[in-house]
Nanobody
Framework: VQLQASGGGLVQAGGSLTLSCAAS????????MGWFRQAPGKEREFVAL????????YYADSVKGRFTLSRDNGKNTVSLQMNDLKPEDTAVYYC?????????????????????WGQGTLVTVSS
């Protein structure tokens, strides 16, 4: 399994970016797919996750209403549309895959236990 993330870059506060992650190696219809991020000097933190085939999507409170996760099971991709970006959104963003049996819901915010991680893509938001 390989995860290839793309779409990061430099953007001004209030701007938008879309991250994409292409998964390969098998199908992912039964997997959870989502995003974490890690800012300099901070721990990796949960951003958003689509469980099952995409019918259940969860967001961190810090991005709720600004970020939108979507996935295309036919193409094995998961995307993160990020609007109204803030300097505190600056981080390396990682796509993740949670293989069945999926993590229990209360555990999805923790980085441990995700089997596959992408290489990360840097998002920098200037003030």
């Amino acid at each position: 399994v390989q995860l290839q993330a793309s779409g990061g870059g430099l953007v001004q506060a209030g701007g938008s970016l879309t991250l994409s992650c292409a998964a390969s190696g098998r199908t992912f219809n039964r997997d959870g797919m989502g995003w974490f991020r890690q800012a300099p000097g901070k721990e990796r933190e949960f951003v958003a996750l689509s469980r099952w085939s995409g019918s259940n999507i969860y967001y961190a409170d810090s991005v709720k209403g600004r970020f939108t996760l979507s996935r295309d099971n036919g193409k094995n991709t998961v995307s993160l549309q990020m609007n109204d970006l803030k300097p505190e959104d600056t981080a390396v963003y990682y796509c993740v895959v949670d293989t069945p049996p999926l993590k229990i819901l209360s555990d999805t915010e923790f980085a441990r236990g995700y089997e596959y991680w992408g290489q990360g893509t840097l998002v920098t938001v200037s003030s």
